[in-house]
């Protein structure tokens, strides 16, 4: 769209794809409505007043190359708005074919500028106290004249203006907390952007939503445009004893009249002050409990069937674990869920449950205890340029691990965001170092490995027998509106460096950190053509997401520096759960055959219970709170 009177710039590609050099000629008569300005057509083009034309004789383009041709013309005054097609004649050889491009000339009257599409936000969404907060003010004018803009941005109190960082001749005045620019000129059709610096305020003792406005002035057209950041206090050892974390767990989910069973109630005191507590255990009616197995003191009740620890110090920021053995009375006919639950009382501060459930089963010959898998890792690291890899697998059984069946799934977001089975090993033979080739799929990819042993006693998925690795491929695609999720593991302090380049349309770059479900921690949403980059130094271990998002249908190159992970589990800690019963060596010595179809499981698990998702590593809180799904917006 142009105004009578004013100038615009037509340009003509001529990309030659063929394998061999070629000589073009390229013709283009205006139209009536546009007046070719003197001097302005390029590379030899010539200029004929009389037939109003504009022409390239020999334009020699070479093989997998292009040449631009351009020129200037203003539009003539017209008393309605007038569609004009401006059509070029390109002939190389025997072929000859038209390009065409449109434009609409309005009368000048009608002629203004247009600033309503512009935007302000801030450059980080969720911050703590003390935290740099970059604001933008993006003035964008899809008008068709220049636009002369004022603006004004009264900080909030939450926010403290850093000196001298306000761009665009922005000035800051200390008495009103107010920055301002005046007189900014943005062209039609053009746009500019203004920033500045806060920082966070560092009396924030409670989450604090603080939205900044600024007010955009030009002619008649005055608006606001708001950004808003959410600060969230550092977290805070409590001055007091906190033993929500604690937990009840049992060796073996499943036992026969056999087997002994421990029961450990695991203390775990998160507060600043050390926690005095009391507990007690009641032995369920078919299990008998095995003489003097209680350790740290606890004391067994036979009339009442109850262990019992009194007085049990649990210094702050420590744990002690407590714990007693079992096994079961009499004959098991049927197979019994039993539910042994523990009392946990702080003195001082009340007191709270923890179960452990536990399967009894009937008495069978052969093994009935199953494998377990401690640690699956995809490749060396979390960033793969190749979808071939190798799995590391490591797992152990009271006798032999000998088969193992292997499952990948990739985040799928058509028609909603699901976890999408691409493809499985079946039952095959088990191999600590396991040659896997990905689906050839760019994103995020996640393989869960199961276990057997001879007597077809299956493990169980948890994290320790799940990993993921993000598979970064050249030339891309991501749909309109449409995202791919990358996500690398990193510990705390790494410089990372994310960068992704559109060779077609527009793709745009979040980054969220871990544990925030609000908006994303760092973006990067340059118009295209151009690359979006982010840097940041990670203030946490744990899983960051990188999201490329289609702003338009396009294809793009990616890069994540460093590759991070692998997110191998430790070998046997007291604090790693599946480690604990420190299970002999491997033996593969027996090669036997699953009795299950080549690719079926008979239960389906859920990735988000598996404890190596992202979302499951949200810290949990006590009482009524809300979680943020990450929401992405230009």
Avoid: C
């Amino acid at each position: 769209m142009v105004a009578s009177g004013q100038t615009l710039t037509y340009t003509i590609h001529v990309r030659n794809m063929s394998m061999t050099d070629t000589t073009a000629q390229v013709t283009d008569p205006l139209p009536p409505e546009m007046n070719y300005v003197s001097g302005s057509v390029n590379l030899g083009g010539v200029y004929h007043a009389g037939a109003n034309t504009l022409a390239w004789t020999a334009v020699t383009v070479t093989r997998g190359s292009e040449v631009v041709l351009s020129f200037a013309v203003t539009a003539t005054a017209v008393t309605t708005p007038t569609f004009v097609m401006n059509t070029a004649t390109i002939t190389a050889g025997l072929a000859s074919f038209e390009r065409s491009a449109p434009v609409m000339v309005i009368p000048e009257s009608m002629a203004a500028a247009d600033l309503s599409p512009s935007a302000k936000y801030a450059a980080r969404m969720m911050v703590t106290p003390g935290d740099s907060v970059p604001y933008v003010i993006k003035l964008v004018n899809r008008g068709t004249l220049a636009a002369t803009v004022d603006v004004s941005d009264p900080l909030p109190l939450e926010m403290n203006y850093v000196p001298a960082s306000a761009t665009g001749g922005g000035v800051y005045d200390a008495g009103t907390r107010t920055l301002s620019w005046h007189n900014v000129n943005v062209s039609a059709f053009g746009h500019m952007e203004l920033t500045f610096v806060t920082t966070a305020t560092t009396s924030s003792v409670s989450p604090t939503l603080v939205v900044n406005t600024a007010t955009i002035a030009a002619g008649s057209q005055t608006f606001d445009r708001r950004a808003t950041v959410v600060i969230v206090p550092h977290s805070e050892v409590p001055p007091h004893p906190l033993l929500a974390g604690s937990y009840k767990k049992a060796s073996q989910r499943r036992i026969t009249a056999d087997d002994t069973l421990t029961y450990t109630v695991k203390l775990i005191n998160s507060g600043a002050v050390d926690a005095l507590v009391n507990v007690t255990d009641p032995v369920p009616p078919t299990l008998n409990y095995v003489e003097n197995s209680a350790t740290n003191g606890g004391m067994y009740d036979p009339g009442t069937q109850i262990v019992a620890w009194d007085a049990i110090t649990v210094p702050a920021g420590s744990s002690v674990p407590l714990s007693f053995a079992v096994m079961a009375t009499g004959t098991v006919t049927h197979p019994t869920l039993l539910m042994n639950t523990a009392t946990i009382s702080v003195t001082g501060d009340g007191s709270f449950k923890r179960q452990a459930p536990v399967l009894l089963m009937p008495m069978a010959s052969g093994d009935q205890i199953a494998p377990i898998v401690h640690s699956v890792t995809i490749g060396d690291q979390d960033v793969l340029n190749s979808p071939t890899t190798t799995l590391h697998i490591s797992a152990t059984d009271n006798i032999s691990v000998s088969q193992m069946f292997i499952r990948e799934w990739q985040l799928t977001a058509v028609p909603f965001p699901h976890w999408n089975v691409s493809h499985s090993s079946g039952w095959v033979p088990y191999q600590a170092d396991y040659p896997w080739t990905l689906m050839s799929n760019s994103g995020v990819h996640f393989v869960g490995v199961w276990v057997a042993d001879a007597a077809h006693n299956v493990s169980e998925l948890d994290h320790g027998g799940l990993d993921f690795a993000s598979l970064v491929l050249p030339d891309a695609t991501v749909e309109h509106k449409h995202v791919v999720p990358y996500l690398v593991y990193y510990p705390a302090g790494v410089t990372v460096t994310a960068q992704i380049t559109s060779t077609v349309g527009d793709a745009d770059l979040y980054v969220w950190y871990p544990h925030n479900f609000f908006w994303s921690d760092r973006k990067s949403i340059k118009p295209a053509p151009g690359a979006d980059m982010v840097t940041f130094t990670t203030p946490r271990a744990g899983i960051y997401l990188f999201l490329v998002r289609g702003f338009t249908d396009a294809t793009y190159d990616l890069s994540i520096e460093p590759a991070g992970g692998p997110r191998a589990w430790p070998a046997s800690t007291g604090d790693d759960d599946r480690n604990d019963d420190h299970r002999p060596a491997i033996d593969l010595t027996v090669p036997d055959t699953i009795s299950a179809k080549a690719d079926e499981l008979t239960l389906e698990p859920l990735l988000s219970q598996s404890g190596v998702d992202p979302l499951v590593t949200a810290p949990t809180v006590d009482g009524l709170y809300q979680i943020y799904l990450p929401a992405v917006v230009r």
